[in-house]
């Protein structure tokens, strides 16, 4: 499977972005999805996963201001950020969940003070 993330930019802290992540396999309806990010020097962390009929969990530090999403018919999964602050800057990647080993090429994020 072919995963794409897209939507990235540079923002004010405060301010929003809307990931998305399109994935190439019409079997993306029956897997749980989630979105990972990597900082500069750092591993790669759990931001938020979905299972395939929609309950979420977060990770503490973006819980509250990120919502994941997905789309099953438009094999579509989605990060809406909110709040965003400077320690929010990094790589984005889409995977499964647990993910695999391949990573993909994610969408950078940045955050401004």
């Known amino acids: 499977v072919q995963l794409q993330a897209s939507g990235g930019g540079l923002v004010q802290a405060g301010g929003s972005l809307r990931l998305s992540c399109t994935a190439s396999?019409?079997?993306?309806?029956?897997?749980?999805m989630s979105w990972y990010r990597q900082a500069p020097g750092k591993e790669h962390e759990l931001v938020a996963a979905?299972?395939?009929?929609?309950?979420?969990l977060y990770d503490a530090s973006v819980k509250g201001r990120f919502t994941i999403s997905r789309v099953n018919a438009n094999n579509m999964l989605y990060l809406q950020m909110n709040s965003l602050k400077p320690e929010d800057t990094a790589v984005y990647f889409c995977?499964?969940?647990?993910?695999?080993?391949?990573w993909g090429q994610g969408t950078l994020v940045t955050v401004s003070s």
């Open positions: 995977n499964d969940y647990p993910p695999l080993d391949y």
């Open positions: 396999e019409s079997i993306f309806s029956i897997r749980a």
């Open positions: 979905i299972t395939a009929g929609g309950s979420a």
